[in-house]
C-alpha cells in the first residue's frame, strides 16, 4: 500500500479524524480524539505505527521481519509496519482495522453507540 491509500483507508472508519501531531513528518489517526494509528511521511522511514494487542505484537515480529516495535510508543502495544516492504495491503488493512477497533472497544459505551450511529 502507498501513503495515500492508507491515509484514505484510515479515514473511511467512522468517526476518524486526522492531524499533524508534531510537524508535517507524521499524520495521526484518531477516532474520539484517540490515536489509533501513526502514519511516517518521512523519505527515508515510510510506514505505518499501530495498536496492537501484546501478544498479537509479538507473533506478528516473529512472522514478518517488516514488523518493528514502534519505539515512539509503548512498545509492547505498538507495531511499526513498512509500507515499503513485502506485506500484503490486506494484511495492512486487517492490521488497521484491528488496531480501529481496539480503541474504539475502549471508548465509554456512550461514544461507541455514537459512533454505531454515523
Known amino acids: ?13 467512522k468517526g476518524v479524524t486526522e492531524g499533524f501531531p508534531f510537524n508535517d513528518t507524521a499524520l495521526v489517526f484518531k477516532v474520539a480524539e484517540k490515536m489509533f494509528a501513526l502514519l511516517d511521511l ?9 495498536k496492537c494487542d501484546p501478544e498479537l505484537a509479538i507473533e506478528l515480529r516473529e512472522q514478518f521481519s517488516d514488523v518493528t516495535p514502534a519505539y515512539h510508543f509503548n512498545k509492547k502495544h505498538w507495531n511499526g509496519i513498512s509500507l515499503s516492504g513485502n506485506i500484503r495491503d490486506n494484511l495492512i488493512k486487517e492490521w488497521i482495522d484491528h488496531s480501529y477497533t481496539i480503541v474504539v472497544k475502549s471508548l465509554p459505551k456512550s461514544k461507541q453507540a455514537e459512533l454505531k450511529s454515523k
Open 1 to 13: 500500500m502507498n501513503i495515500e491509500d492508507v491515509r484514505e483507508y484510515c479515514l473511511s472508519k
Open 42 to 50: 518521512t523519505e527515508d522511514s515510510r510506514g505505518i505505527s499501530l
